[in-house]
């Protein structure tokens, strides 16, 4: 059972790139999500979807889009990398957490991202 | 308000006490609580969870919920050095009518031997 996957694990932009983190989970999860984490800091929301075809924006959606056509995908897109974007993203998934004992989240191992 | 709000630390404590973490949280209407344990460099993990008032616990960590007074806290008894991480408070928050977790920003706690 692989879980959240995520890749790639590493990458490095030039200001003004673009590209796309994947996220695919295996676990029939109903809820996924994007987080970010800047050093020392906590996660902060970026986009959450509840199912396939239904997305939403979290605390910080600048800079970033997201779609989920499957159950199993839910890839981040950046369109122009900025410096800012520096930051570990996190996929994670859970089934809905508004119904106690269904909804820990998982966690992929992340993605290390550098804008220079 | 923040949604979720953790003291950001970091919390010190001797190897063999107790350490207390603490959350408070703004949706009256939040049912699930979680606590995550970061390591640097690595993914959250999960471990606790708590629904309901009052307090769960599971071999050294202790859960307590109070939801009259929005606050969740995490006892960690007898610390011991491999403890040290970064500890996240998630709660789940209402948002037009779906679900979502927020977290806190996490406290670091440090275990001295």
């Known amino acids: 059972n692989a879980g959240v996957t995520q890749t790639p694990k590493f990458r490095i932009l030039k200001i003004g790139q673009s590209m796309t983190l994947q996220c695919t989970q295996d676990m029939n999860h109903n809820y996924m999500y994007w987080y970010r984490q800047d050093p020392g800091m906590g996660l902060k929301l970026i986009y959450y979807s509840v199912g396939a075809g239904i997305t939403d924006k979290g605390e910080v959606p600048n800079g970033y889009n997201v779609s989920r056509s499957t159950t199993e995908d839910f890839p981040l897109r950046l369109e122009l990398a900025a410096p800012s974007q520096t930051s570990v993203y996190f996929c994670?998934?859970?089934?809905?957490?508004?119904?106690?004992?269904?909804?820990?989240?998982?966690f992929g191992n992340g993605t290390r991202l550098t804008v220079t | 308000q923040k949604e979720v709000e953790q003291n950001s630390g970091p919390l010190s404590v001797p190897e063999g006490a107790i350490a207390s973490l603490n959350c408070t949280y703004s949706d009256r209407v939040s049912q699930s609580f979680f606590w995550y344990r970061q390591y640097s460099g690595k993914s959250p993990e999960l471990i606790m969870s708590?629904?309901?008032?009052g307090d769960k616990e599971d071999g050294r960590f202790t859960a307590q919920l109070n939801k009259a007074s929005q606050y969740v806290s995490l006892l960690i008894r007898d610390s011991q050095p491999s403890d040290s991480a970064t500890y996240l408070c998630?709660?789940?928050?209402?948002?037009?009518?779906?679900?979502?977790?927020?977290f806190g920003t996490g406290t670091r706690l440090l275990v001295s031997p």
């Open positions: 994670a998934s859970s089934y809905n957490p508004g119904q106690p004992y269904n909804s820990p989240l998982h």
């Open positions: 708590i629904y309901s008032n």
């Open positions: 998630a709660v789940n928050i209402s948002n037009r009518g779906f679900q979502k977790l927020v």
